[in-house]
């Protein structure tokens, strides 16, 4: 087993996930218009092939055709800069996601995931973080006071739901013990997902993934009906299809994370007896499907939220964030600590 | 003031009680409202391919028509023009010429007979107007065309296709 080997498996296994995540975006997109269709008791987009498949393809050849506008008094650097930092964010975090156990093909032993850093939930929020720097340089740069509007409010909400969702990790870490991906996943193995044990500290996860990927109920970076279109006012052409390209690819990623930290990633019932019966090749894998399935119903909830709830005001916003999350974290960290000092000492 | 049709409510404004400012019970409600939108089957008519059914009474394209014999019914009196409050409507009338009495049922007849359906408004006055029922705006809906002028359409579009001969 040389390196070179090993090398090349992790390039390809790299290959894959970022054109997985693409794949992901890009048929999230054409998920929303169906999904969305038939929350609202329509058909959706059915022109493109069979049941519309192939729209993301007309919508990203329409995306490469139309004009690029730069404005004048635009910055031309930082304008451009902007989605690219929006979408190389968005992709990088699937570094550290655990994507299956660890398969083994012919005496050799492949890990399905890019490294295990032993910070890996932290890698995933420094990531998240610097996700707000590509809207709000590109709004900033657009010299447009929409624009500069939903840049600023992408920052602050970022800002403010981050401090919420780093507590409500605090609190699943204190019982993990770990910051690793790969053993947060391991130790949720079978049915023991972390959800059980932290349901106060998943919903808190679960709105503030919602705040960070800017989705509605927190879509207000891009609120149409008072800032046009927020930070992407401005953006027209490829640029644009990358801001829009880059939300779809962190709610996959967020979707990714939930499962894995929240409901036990690869895990699944059973798993044990699954893989004693199929092998290590093929049992792997199996895990890899079910991941899917479970990022995939995220997905779908992102999008059911969506359809569901009108945009919050943004002192609604603000209230829900500090007087409200922040607060219920606080006490879902007391609440893990009494517990877990409960169980270790007296054992129930 | 007294309220004539004890229809009048007056509504009162409570404060949200917790449950209602949990948010998390109304939008689990509020889930369950979309799902069940989500298995509804849809109520879209794919419009080329499928057609909503028009009421008895729909007005649409117009058509001139022909009597039993395959004759076209109109006279060009200009009724139609007349009464028409959008002036979408022009002709030209001609004398019927010996040997033309199978196309025509009355000795004038018109030899441009023009609908300018940008200018239509479809209320049906011509059809009222007409003394020879000629004229019925019993035809579909008027399909879409790239030029203005192609919005003006003649006898070949407006009249009745030809009994069976």
């Not at chain 1, 900033?140 to 509007?149: D, E, G, R």
């Not at chain 2, 409570?14 to 109304?26: D, G, I, S, T, V």
């Not at chain 2, 004759?71 to 019927?96: N, Q």
């Not at chain 2, 196309?103 to 020879?132: D, H, Q, S, T, W």
């Amino acid at each position: 087993m040389g390196s070179t080997a090993d090398i090349l498996i992790k390039i390809g296994l790299i290959l894959i996930i970022f054109v997985i995540s693409l794949v992901m975006a890009m048929y999230s997109t054409y998920a929303e218009r169906k999904v969305a269709a038939f929350f609202q008791d329509r058909i959706g987009p059915n022109r493109a092939g069979p049941w519309g498949i192939l729209q993301p393809l007309a919508d990203g050849g329409k995306m490469f055709l139309k004009e690029e506008i730069i404005p004048t008094n635009a910055t031309p650097f930082l304008f451009i800069v902007g989605p690219s930092l929006a979408i190389l964010t968005a992709c990088i975090g699937s570094a550290v996601i655990p994507w299956g156990q660890t398969m083994v093909i012919g005496g050799h032993s492949i890990d399905l995931q890019v490294t295990d850093i032993n910070v890996g939930v932290l890698y995933i929020f420094g990531v998240v973080s610097l996700g707000v720097y590509g809207v709000m340089i590109g709004g900033w740069a657009s010299n447009n006071k929409y624009s500069l509007l939903g840049a600023i409010r992408a920052a602050s909400q970022n800002i403010s739901y981050e401090i919420s969702m780093g507590l409500s990790i605090i609190a699943l870490l204190m019982l993990t013990g770990t910051l690793s991906m790969r053993e947060i996943a391991e130790q949720q193995h079978s049915w023991h997902w972390n959800v059980l044990r932290q349901p106060l500290g998943f919903i808190l996860f679960i709105v503030c993934a919602f705040a960070e990927t800017n989705r509605t109920p927190f879509d207000l970076p891009e609120c149409e009906t008072e800032l046009v279109g927020g930070y992407h006012t401005e953006y027209s052409s490829m640029k644009l299809g990358f801001y829009l390209f880059a939300e779809y690819i962190n709610m996959f990623i967020s979707s990714a994370v939930m499962a894995t930290l929240y409901w036990g990633g690869y895990n699944y019932p059973g798993m044990d007896w699954v893989l004693a019966h199929t092998g290590p090749a093929i049992g792997p894998l199996i895990g890899v499907g079910v991941f899917f399935i479970k990022i995939i119903s995220f997905i779908f909830f992102f999008m059911w939220v969506r359809w569901t709830i009108p945009r919050f005001r943004y002192d609604q916003l603000m209230d829900l964030g500090w007087k409200i999350l922040i607060p219920l974290a606080i006490a879902n960290i007391v609440l893990t600590g009494i517990g877990s000092t409960l169980l270790t000492h007296f054992g129930f | 003031m007294e309220s004539l049709s004890n229809k009048k409510k007056v509504l009162e404004v409570k404060p949200l009680n917790f449950m209602e400012r949990a948010y998390l019970p109304a939008i689990v409600s509020g889930l369950a409202t979309t799902m069940k939108h989500f298995f509804k089957k849809p109520v879209t008519i794919s419009y080329p391919e499928e057609k909503r059914e028009f009421s008895e009474n729909f007005r649409g394209m117009h058509s001139l028509k022909r009597d039993e014999n395959g004759k076209e019914r109109c006279t060009a009196c200009g009724l139609c023009a007349l009464s028409c409050p959008a002036e979408a409507i022009t002709m030209t009338a001609a004398e019927r010429q010996p040997g033309e009495e199978n196309l025509y049922r009355e000795e004038k007849y018109a030899a441009v007979y023009e609908i300018n359906m940008l200018r239509c408004i479809f209320c049906g006055l011509c059809e009222e107007a007409c003394p020879k029922e000629a004229i019925y705006l019993d035809g579909d809906i008027v399909p879409a065309d790239y030029l203005r002028k192609d919005f003006i359409y003649g006898k070949d579009k407006l009249v009745e296709a030809p009994l069976n001969q």
